[in-house]
């Protein structure tokens, strides 16, 4: 396998503390997905090949894989904790379909392989609307959970999975207390939303507390109603999360949408962007890409995780 360069570091902010994070950061939606014809042993693979070329950020989710995304970074990362930046989401739930699915996990996995139509099937389901549960007894159990799952007493940051704009404008005091809390018990650095639209997005501004974290689509980013939040985001130096770079720029498959993808996110301050895959070649490529975007980073900048 040809050795791409190694990913320096670069410095970012989370609200008024300096870190450092990879351009590049491991989406990790798919790591013990059913649809992920390798299983475990490839997406662990994935994971040491990130580590390897530089990659620090991976972003998971309590609800990826039915737990198994954090299993694997867990057991990857286990003995190299201080070498990655680890970001998890709660706030969503599987209905009691999805959560039959997860205990036949493994004949569902095998049977996808050779039927078009079931793996269309499942695609359907991962796609549509799942509850939302920000209730502080499901934020706290969920997090606790994550940590298990992670092997690790704390994550670097813990978000709001998808939350509702009108929820978090209703109960953003209260979500903030509850986050600010988890912070203070050190099972969390810091805390931020997942959001998938502009709505959510000027929402989660809006909350009191310290939003360190903001993760958006590259498109919704991109869209008109957003520029004075982007700017709003500079100036608090708030940590910027870009996924879903295809629907912006094309399929992450084809190198030129994948690119274009990467390039308009390095324009972004602040900003990590998350390539979603389970192809080592499709990481390596990415790494590459931003490469060739980077201005050469100092030697004193390529440190790992928040520095006070």
Not at 50 to 74: H, K, N, P
């Amino acid at each position: 396998m040809t050795e791409p360069a190694r990913l320096p570091a670069r410095p970012l902010m989370f609200g008024d503390v300096r870190a450092s994070s990879s351009v590049i950061g491991l989406g990790c939606s798919r790591l013990g997905s059913t649809l992920n014809a390798g299983g475990q042993s490839e997406a662990a693979r994935l994971v040491c090949r990130a580590l390897e070329i530089g990659v620090t950020l991976f972003d998971t989710a309590d609800i990826y894989g039915q737990g198994d995304s954090e299993r694997i970074l867990g057991e990857c990362l286990h003995g190299r904790r201080s070498d990655a930046i680890l970001i998890t989401k709660a706030g969503q739930r599987f209905s009691a379909v999805q959560r039959a699915a997860a205990m036949v996990k493994a004949p569902l996995r095998a049977a996808a392989r050779v039927s078009p139509r079931l793996r269309n099937a499942i695609s359907a389901r991962r796609a549509g609307v799942l509850p939302r549960d920000l209730s502080a007894i499901h934020l706290r159990r969920a997090l606790k959970a994550s940590l298990k799952r992670l092997r690790t007493d704390y994550v670097d940051a813990f978000l709001l999975h998808s939350p509702d704009a009108g929820e978090l404008a209703s109960r953003g005091d209260q979500l903030a207390e509850l986050l600010d809390g988890l912070v203070r018990a050190g099972q969390t650095r810091f805390w931020g939303v997942s959001c998938d639209n502009v709505a959510s997005l000027e929402a989660a501004l809006q909350m009191p507390g310290e939003v360190t974290v903001v993760q958006a689509p590259l498109q919704v980013l991109c869209s008109a109603g957003a520029v004075d939040h982007l700017a709003e985001i500079e100036r608090r130096g708030i940590m910027l999360l870009i996924r879903e770079l295809g629907q912006f720029a094309g399929p992450l498959d084809d190198p030129a949408g994948r690119r274009a993808g990467i390039a308009r996110t390095l324009s972004f301050a602040n900003a990590v962007a998350l390539i979603g895959t389970t192809r080592i070649a499709h990481l390596d490529d990415a790494v590459a890409t931003a490469l060739s975007l980077m201005p050469v980073q100092s030697a004193q900048d390529q440190l790992v995780g928040a520095q006070a």
